[in-house]
Structures are given as structure tokens and as C-alpha cells.
T-cell receptor
Framework: GQNIDQPTEMTATEGAIVQINCTYQ??????LFWYQQHAGEAPTFLSY??LDGLEEKGRFSSFLSRSKGYSYLLLKELQMKDSASYLC??????????WGAGTKLIIKP | GAVVSQHPSRVICKSGTSVKIECRSL??????MFWYRQFPKQSLMLMAT?????????EQGVEKDKFLINHASLTLSTLTVTSAHPEDSSFYIC??????????FGQGTRLTVV
């Protein structure tokens, strides 16, 4: 079956770095997405990885290892506004998104 | 990123009435649109996938006669919740995608059925 695993909740301190891991199993693979979702709002796109390696976008970076079925989202210089849920989603061979349950990130001062 | 506009953002309707939600891709042609539902503190649940000009493909357990999806053009898809009941109250989100590209989400519609 198809499956995405990510931690349910993480806590980090303002100004610090946090890494949110995601493992996936899909029928075929057409990329790995990370989305940020604040409570009561729709998700917003953060990153897309289809090749192995690290993609850096400002304070956010995303890493993919296709052979390990593994990705992580790295957030640096954490700000209070980064408190949100972070959703990992893998695209299968039919270009369908398989969603993780999301990781709730709590930032403390 | 590309812009997907979803309307309305909030709607309150009476039980038994129908509600239409629109999803538009403003600056690109969306070959595929997805409709999701999200209950509080839960992950997104895919309801259906629609390709322009063809019938939507519904996920298991989603009533196609209750949730009518129309994808009439490459920039517009609509979801109509027919004969709404309080248990249909939820957050509905659409996303639109070009071929082999990432999906972009609409702002979401919070539906409350009273």
C-alpha cells in the first residue's frame, strides 16, 4: 500500500533549527512536496523535490533520498510565525498526491 | 507561484440546501483539479480528481451524487454540495495542477450547515 509517515508534533525554540522528517512508500514516484498550513487556512506550497539532494530556499530547505524513500524539511532561524502544521506529500505514478497526516510545529520563545 | 482562487471563503447554509464552491486557476491552465476535505485536526482527505472535459473520479466512500464536480474549462472547477447536512460542515480545499507540475491550492472554503 501507499503510506507517508511523519512525526505528529515537534517543539523548537525561536531562532533555532528544526528538521521534520518524512518517509514514504508509493506506487511509482513523481516527486515529494512540502506544504505549510496555518490553523484554519489552506496549505501553501513550500518545496518540491524529484531529484536526490538538498534544495535551499531562504530559511527553508528540503532534502530527498529516493533510494531510502526519505525526505526532510529543514527550517532555520525559527520565527514564531513558523508555528504551523507541515504536510509532506508524495506524488505517485498517476500524479496523485499521497498525504502525510502533518507535523504540528510549536515554536517557543 | 501560480494563483488559484477559491470562492466563497466562508458559507453558512441551512440544512437541505445546496452550496456551490468555485475554484479558478487565474494565471495558468489547470489540466487537473483536486477537491479535498479537511476535518478539524485531521489531514487533508482527497474527495475527487477531475480532468477538464471528463467526469470526476471519486475516492472510495465519497458520494458522487452528493458532491457534484464539474470541470467545464481549463480554468474553472466547481464543487456542489447537494442537500447539505450538518455533518457536511467542513473545510473544503481545491488544488489545481498543470501536467507534471506542482499543485497549488485555493484559499479553502469553510462550510457550516445549520
Amino acid at each position: 500500500g501507499q503510506n507517508i509517515d511523519q512525526p505528529t508534533e515537534m517543539t523548537a525554540t525561536e531562532g533555532a533549527i528544526v528538521q521534520i522528517n518524512c518517509t514514504y512508500q508509493t506506487s511509482g514516484f513523481n516527486g515529494l512536496f512540502w506544504y505549510q498550513q496555518h490553523a484554519g487556512e489552506a496549505p501553501t506550497f513550500l518545496s518540491y523535490n524529484v531529484l536526490d539532494g538538498l534544495e535551499e530556499k531562504g530559511r527553508f530547505s528540503s532534502f530527498l533520498s529516493r533510494s531510502k524513500g526519505y525526505s526532510y524539511l529543514l527550517l532555520k532561524e525559527l520565527q514564531m510565525k513558523d508555528s504551523a502544521s507541515y504536510l509532506c506529500a508524495a506524488m505517485d505514478s498517476n500524479y496523485q498526491l499521497i498525504w502525510g497526516a502533518g507535523t504540528k510545529l510549536i515554536i517557543k520563545p | 507561484g501560480a494563483v488559484v482562487s477559491q470562492h466563497p471563503s466562508r458559507v453558512i447554509c441551512k440544512s437541505g440546501t445546496s452550496v456551490k464552491i468555485e475554484c479558478r486557476s487565474l494565471d495558468f491552465q489547470a489540466t487537473t483539479m483536486f477537491w479535498y476535505r479537511q476535518f478539524p485536526k485531521q489531514s487533508l482527505m482527497l474527495m475527487a480528481t477531475s480532468n477538464e472535459g471528463s467526469k470526476a473520479t471519486y475516492e472510495q466512500g465519497v458520494e458522487k451524487d452528493k458532491f457534484l464536480i464539474n470541470h467545464a474549462s481549463l480554468t474553472l472547477s466547481t464543487l456542489t454540495v447537494t442537500s447539505a447536512h450538518p455533518e457536511d460542515s467542513s473545510f473544503y480545499i481545491c488544488s489545481a495542477r498543470r501536467i507534471e507540475a506542482e499543485a497549488f491550492f485555493g484559499q479553502g472554503t469553510r462550510l457550516t450547515v445549520v
